[in-house]
């Protein structure tokens, strides 16, 4: 069964980092997509980063460039999202989500997840 859990949210001051993971089961992580979207009170949910299967290419939104990094650890099957120098716009419900890729050794997509976590809660204030 796929699944797909997150954490490490929090509360954090203005400036400061919080790294995310999401933990997956159920399929191969270096056979799949994997994202992060995010969801602002009265928002519409937006992507944020991408990691490639195979290759672990990454891709982010203007938003977050230069600020979040996405890696994945194959051996324990897990994505992480380092978000450095946050600021209060930030805040939100961040979501990982999984698909499989267009194909093997293009650029991730955030197009049409499959599977989704339940979410870990970013708050981003002083």
């Known amino acids: 069964q796929v699944q797909l859990v997150e954490s490490g949210g929090g509360l954090v001051q203005p400036g400061g980092s919080l790294r995310l993971s999401c933990a997956a089961s159920g399929f191969p992580l270096d056979r799949a997509d994997i994202a992060w979207f995010r969801q602002a009170p009265g928002k519409e949910r937006e992507g944020v980063s991408c990691?490639?299967?195979?290759?672990?290419?990454?891709y982010y939104t203007d938003p977050v460039k230069g600020r979040f990094t996405i890696s994945s650890d194959n051996a324990k099957n897990t994505v992480y999202l380092q978000m450095n120098s946050l600021k209060p716009e930030d805040t939100a419900v961040y979501y990982c989500?999984?698909?499989?890729?267009?194909?093997?050794?293009?650029?991730?997509?955030?197009?049409?997840?499959?599977?989704w976590g339940q979410g870990t809660q970013v708050t981003v204030s002083s």
């Open positions: 990691v490639s299967a195979g290759d672990g290419r990454t």
């Open positions: 989500a999984a698909r499989p890729p267009i194909l093997l050794g293009t650029v991730c997509t955030l197009s049409s997840p499959l599977y």
